[in-house]
């Protein structure tokens, strides 16, 4: 009888278009999407607590350490910066052959488009039954409806200034989506043959977006230019993973330390109320690079649940907040929670544990097909199969 280790790596392990896995990247990216989780639910209890306090330090420090848990979306724009870079950078330094553009936009839209259009339409269904059938507000269908139009083309960041209503984790999402496009264009930064000339473009380029947008902020913060500083130092740390990580096996326990304190500081600092992005985005890249270096810190990101979790983050990050405020609902009327640090760490913890297993379901079912970059022809052809059987057959 196989083990249920054996099913869950056989079910939920990603898939990659390339066939290369970065263990290290994905289980980068379990803490990232587990800190956003947490800060989700604790908000979530907050918020039908009316976000009342125990009154000790220890309930004070416990809201301010969860409240950090938004700093997972900068730790997975770095990521994002890294992921996409590795390809073009490879072929600029490298001599690999350069992406073909039309293919790496087809691929985005292909991984990324079926469950997030799924998820959208599910939420979107959402509301019209509790708006319309159930509150019966007038008006309403049409409101739910251009707002999720502008949710499904990316664009309710710039239409409406605002999250969306209908999944107002896609904000993020729709950053992400901005850097997508702009990608091939930034990543001829690695044309630049001098490797100290190349950093300290991406370096400058950085330093620059985080005082410009990041200090100013002469515009709202849902754009690329507000956040660009952690993209850049994604590719700034794609330059250094493909030029000296790579090829650098020799690990060192300083770097452990190095790697637990960098990435512990991007949350910490927060939790401080001393967060300039001027310093958060070369934590997380000192935090990166050191996991690389580091011997038990590396073991721990490459662990096989830490990177299946990491894996199905994109599922995770699309219905997890929708998963934790239905929960609430059997969880206050069974229990009845009082705001205190028990309750409050307890909520936070258990709420996350269905979120995770809807997700890891919706991830096997939707997402992990899609990881196939030849998924539409296969969908094609079995459809294709069916409508060339005879009705005999078919009956």
């Not at 087809?106 to 959208?120: C, D, G, S």
């Not at 959402?126 to 008006?139: C, D, N």
């Not at 969880?331 to 544990?353: C, E, N």
Request: glycine share 4%.
């Amino acid at each position: 009888m196989k083990s249920l280790a054996h099913i869950l790596t056989r079910f939920l392990s990603r898939r990659t278009s390339g066939g290369k896995l970065i263990p290290e990247i994905d289980g980068l990216r379990s803490i990232a999407i587990m800190s956003v989780v947490f800060f989700h639910a604790a908000a979530n209890f907050g918020y039908y607590t009316d976000s009342a306090t125990d009154g000790t330090s220890l309930d004070t420090w416990l809201i301010r350490l969860l409240d950090t848990g938004e700093y997972g979306v900068p730790l997975f724009f770095a990521i994002s910066g890294f992921i996409l870079a590795v390809p073009f950078a490879r072929h600029h330094l490298f001599g690999d052959r350069r992406p073909p553009i039309r293919k790496y936009l087809i691929r985005r839209v292909t991984r990324l488009e079926p469950p997030y259009i799924f998820a959208l339409s599910v939420f979107m269904l959402k509301e019209v039954v509790e708006r319309v059938a159930i509150a019966h507000e007038a008006g309403a269908l049409p409101d739910i409806l251009t707002h999720y139009a502008a949710s499904c083309s990316y664009l309710h960041n710039a239409i409406y200034n605002e999250a969306s209503s209908i999944a107002i984790v896609a904000w993020s999402l729709e950053i992400e989506i901005q850097f997508y496009l702009l990608a091939p264009i930034i990543t001829w930064v690695f044309a630049v043959k001098s490797p100290m000339l190349r950093r300290t473009i991406l370096a400058l380029s950085a330093l620059a977006l985080s005082w410009l947008f990041g200090v100013e902020k002469p515009i709202n913060g849902l754009t690329i230019l507000n956040h660009g500083a952690y993209f850049l130092v994604g590719l700034l740390f794609a330059d250094l993973y493909l030029t000296w990580l790579k090829n650098d096996e020799r690990p060192r326990i300083v770097w452990d330390v190095i790697a637990i304190a960098a990435l512990s500081s991007v949350f910490f600092l927060k939790a401080l109320h001393f967060y300039p992005i001027l310093i958060t985005p070369w934590l997380i890249l000192l935090g990166y690079v050191a996991v690389f270096r580091a011997k038990y810190v590396r073991r721990f990101f490459r662990a096989t649940p830490i990177v299946i979790l990491g894996g199905m983050c994109y599922t995770i990050y699309l219905w997890h907040f929708t998963t934790i405020a239905a929960f609430r609902i059997p969880f206050f009327k069974v229990f009845d929670p009082s705001p205190t640090w028990y309750w409050r760490l307890g909520y936070t913890l258990i709420a996350s544990v269905p979120a995770i297993a809807v997700s890891a379901v919706l991830f096997a079912l939707i997402e992990r097909p899609t990881m196939d970059p030849k998924w539409p022809q296969k969908l094609a052809a079995f459809v294709g199969r069916i409508l060339r059987r005879s009705p005999r057959e078919s009956a």
